[in-house]
């Protein structure tokens, strides 16, 4: 027997798996190509005698392209436009501890510069209680800001910074009134820190209404969006496919925290609205009816055994509603409620300027769009029957 070494051994292996492979590959070509020959010959004989065209499969061939769909060219140019509108917003908070400690506590958001002059619109709830604000710039400069003016009620606030001779580019403005659903959105924002991101999106649907929990009202007619909205999304631009501002991404819903597809913006003509009286005395003047409202609540009801069980009794009037013909309650029946004193007896108000009124936010969304000095209808309920009268409306206190 003949002996062969290691390297004998594997180069005889080497050589019998080529020699296998070669094998293979022909018998494919002979085996596999005829019977496919074969089969596509059987087709077109059979078509020919049925009478038939042969079948003919057009080759396809697709072009590489550098280039870029309309649709994402879009994105793009919308993006390196309007970037340089958008703002990060950083705040510092002071909280203290139970030693009197103070603890600072981080906070972010966007905004968008209105104008040249370095003012910013954002959310109330981005800027609350802020100590200190950091805006950043598209460029990466931080500067100092300050919040200027604020309406709680419909989530806006303008913030202030001085651009130090930088050239700064304001939002275009576009209109909220005839945006339809299925339509194409954009959003810029700083999620989760991650500043300067881009989400697409459509418009879900309209006029939703907003609860404001920590203000106990509700943002009517907000925009609903499956643009991808996160927590440092607040107070950034939601843009229409030609770049122009139609809302401020304001809130979401989700059970985790994190976008689920449904974000709400505030409308922004409702922006337009208020930010000039923001600019201009740093507040929004409304109209309100001169008196203490009380919401009404079960236990209310059947103490006082009111004929209905949902309005705003009329605690105490002032001057104004009792000129007007409104009614406040007895001190004689007189209750305390926690720290509150209700008076019994007064009108309750079950409609302003035509629009029902159940709550108190809804009497707050009733006036949201008045002024001091202008009159409207107030249909209450008194002994058991509804009257109608012409309220002259005084400025709201501040809350």
């Known amino acids: ?31 596999v190509a ?122 806006l606030a303008v913030v202030k910074f001085d651009p130090k001779g930088r050239v700064v580019v304001p939002v275009a403005f576009g209109s909220s009134t005839n945006l339809r659903v299925g339509q194409k959105v954009l959003a810029i924002g700083n999620p989760f820190g991650l500043d300067r991101t881009l989400t697409t999106g459509i418009i879900s649907a309209l006029n939703r209404p907003l609860q404001n929990e920590e203000e106990n009202t509700v943002i009517r007619s907000t925009i609903q969006t499956d643009a991808a909205i996160n927590p440092g999304n607040s107070g950034g631009p939601l843009l229409n496919s030609r770049g122009e501002l139609i809302g401020i991404n304001s809130a979401i819903y989700s059970p985790s925290g994190a976008s689920a597809g449904v974000g709400f913006a505030i409308p922004v003509n409702t922006a337009r609205r208020v930010v000039d009286e923001l600019l201009r005395y740093g507040v929004v003047r ?35 509603a009792r000129q007007a013909g409104l009614r406040g309650g007895d001190q004689a029946s007189a209750v305390r409620y926690g720290r509150t004193i209700i008076y019994g007896g007064g009108d309750i108000i079950v409609e302003v300027a035509g629009q029902k009124v159940a709550s108190y936010s809804d009497l707050l969304g009733a006036l949201e769009q008045t002024k001091p000095g202008e009159v409207v209808k107030v249909t209450v309920v008194r002994s058991g029957q509804e009257k109608s009268l012409n309220v002259k409306l005084v400025e709201r206190p501040s809350q």
Not at 2 to 25: D, E, T
Not at 138 to 148: F, I, N, Q
Not at 287 to 308: E, N, R
């Open 34 to 155: 005829p019977r496919l020959a074969s089969a596509a010959a059987v087709e077109a004989a059979a078509a020919a005698a049925a009478g038939a065209a042969p079948v003919r499969v057009p080759v396809q061939h697709i072009a590489a392209t550098t280039g870029s769909l309309a649709d994402e060219q879009n994105n793009i140019e919308i993006y390196e436009r309007v970037n340089k509108s958008v703002v990060y917003i950083t705040t510092i908070t002071l909280e203290y501890s139970y030693f009197f400690e103070a603890m600072p506590q981080e906070g972010t958001g966007s905004g968008i510069i209105i104008d040249t002059e370095g003012h910013v619109l954002t959310n109330y709830h981005v800027v609350k209680g802020a100590d200190q604000l950091r805006v950043t710039l598209s460029d990466g400069s931080e500067l100092e800001g300050k919040v200027t003016g604020s309406d709680p009620e419909n989530d």
């Open 286 to 320: 409304r109209g309100w009816i001169d008196i203490t409202p009380i919401q009404l609540f079960p236990a209310l009801v059947s103490y006082f055994k009111l004929p209905v069980r949902s309005g705003v009794l009329v605690s105490e009037a002032g001057a104004a």
């Open 1 to 31: 027997m003949r002996l062969y070494s290691r390297n004998q051994v594997f180069a005889v292996v080497a050589i019998a798996a080529v020699a296998a492979l070669a094998v293979g590959a022909a018998v494919s070509v002979l085996v």
